[in-house]
């Protein structure tokens, strides 16, 4: 009888599970018209009762549906509807862990502290729930980024739907993560110490000791002879231009901070994550040409003299600066509120940045931080047709709702565990 009951745990746990999951779709073999849609083009432009042509997973047309031109395949009406590229969502540890609470399945941490040579994209689950739970909101492609250490790794850029990490991949080891220490620390209140904040008597020599090991791996990488060193091997696109430096950092003096040493280094491509404060150095970001990858708005400010709603205008103060601004995610439960990102966005376009700007944080500005923007991004002919149709604004909750999504022109499947409970329930509240 035990056994029994441990072979029917084992089948719901593991059977259940797969069967659970959507079959990737299959490589685009219909054409598609889709007509009558507001188009938002990701590039700050919106063509009203549209028409976007694709085939062979790339777009054709786009322009007027008042146009004399045939229509190919089979055209979607869309009249009423919105139509948006695909949201990209920069800085998320989507696929690397399933549930916090059971350490098997967290694997965007590894132990050490300088590991630029990790990558992420290994690690990377297709599988993941939480990552189909991401399509039925618009967001189709993603950065998958690693956590922890001083430098935590390599990230990689995939779409969300795949059979494998191969299959996901847009763009392979895309940027190295830095964690730029803290210049403040709060006392331990549980040893008696004052649980305020003070000063970081560790904060310079934490400084030097990323300075140390990149100025290490710039100098190995010159050398003729050597023994091989994996992580100051993983440096050599960074210090060539081909590879970006996310700096995680926080706090006007911290960015200044960051800027100035990767200057020193001579490593020019840099991304600023996170950001809070960084509207007070906007002359040294534009300065450099420094994006930003801001996090949520819906959070509280940084500092007690800081305006209550400055995290909701800092894309606006930004971008009215001339900087890149892209919208990235950090923090607890960062995984399953990817699903929001749009949401987030909302609130910046609802605080002075307006609804295409704000669409052009997770769409072409996006693609332009992480390097994809050649392809994607954008509703432009030569580009994937990665897109969805919604049936009102995708970036309020109550329009975000998707009648068809599409990656390089493969229609996917928008049902996922979380879909079949709300339609469970509904029928039942209905009744």
């Not at 990790?118 to 993941?128: C, G, L």
């Amino acid at each position: 009888m035990k056994n029994i009951i441990l072979y029917s745990l084992l089948y719901f746990l593991f059977i259940g599970n797969i069967v659970g999951q959507q079959t990737p779709a299959p490589k685009q073999t219909i054409d598609y018209s889709i007509e009558g849609a507001t188009a938002h083009i990701g590039n700050g432009t919106i063509i009203e009762n549209s028409l976007i042509m694709f085939s062979n997973g790339k777009i054709s047309f786009v322009g007027s549906a008042n146009s004399r031109i045939a229509r190919i395949g089979t055209v979607i009406n869309a009249n009423g509807k919105h139509i948006y590229p695909g949201f990209i969502a920069a800085n998320t540890t989507l696929g690397l862990a399933e549930i916090d609470a059971v350490r098997a399945t967290r694997d965007y941490d590894e132990v050490g502290s300088m590991l630029p040579h990790i990558r992420s994209i290994i690690a990377y689950n297709t599988e993941s729930r939480i990552v189909e739970s991401m399509r039925p909101n618009g967001v189709l492609i993603a950065q998958v980024t690693p956590r922890g250490g001083t430098i935590s790794g390599t990230s990689s850029v995939v779409r969300l739907d795949a059979w494998n990490w191969e299959d996901a991949i847009v763009k392979v080891d895309d940027a190295i993560h830095v964690n730029w220490p803290n210049n403040f620390s709060r006392g331990r209140w549980w040893r008696g110490e004052d649980p305020g904040l003070k000063p970081n008597k560790e904060y310079a020599k934490n400084c030097k000791k990323i300075s140390e090991f990149f100025t290490n791996g710039k100098n190995y990488l010159t050398e003729s002879t050597k023994n091989i060193n994996l992580p100051y091997e993983a440096l050599k696109d960074v210090f060539n231009g081909t590879k970006k430096v996310f700096i995680h950092v926080n706090g006007q003096n911290r960015i200044t901070d960051a800027i100035n040493l990767f200057e020193s280094l001579g490593i020019k491509k840099v991304v600023i994550v996170g950001g809070h404060e960084a509207e007070n150095v906007a002359n040294l970001l534009k300065l450099h040409n420094i994006p930003v990858v801001l996090e949520r708005a819906h959070r509280l400010p940084s500092s007690e003299d800081e305006d209550y709603d400055r995290p909701y205008r800092s894309a606006k103060i930004l971008s009215d600066a001339g900087i890149l601004v892209g919208l990235g995610m950090n923090g607890e439960m960062e995984r399953m509120n990817t699903r929001n990102l749009p949401f987030y966005a909302g609130t910046y376009a609802a605080h002075g940045l307006g609804t295409e700007k704000a669409v052009q944080l997770i769409t072409l500005n996006n693609a332009k931080i992480l390097g994809i923007d050649n392809f994607t991004g954008t509703l432009e002919v030569g580009k994937d047709a990665t897109l969805f149709i919604s049936n009102g604004d995708a970036l309020d909750m109550r329009g975000n709702v998707l009648i068809s999504a599409f990656i390089q022109g493969r229609k996917l499947s928008l049902e996922t565990h979380q879909t079949k409970l709300w339609k469970r329930y509904s029928k039942k509240y209905n009744n």
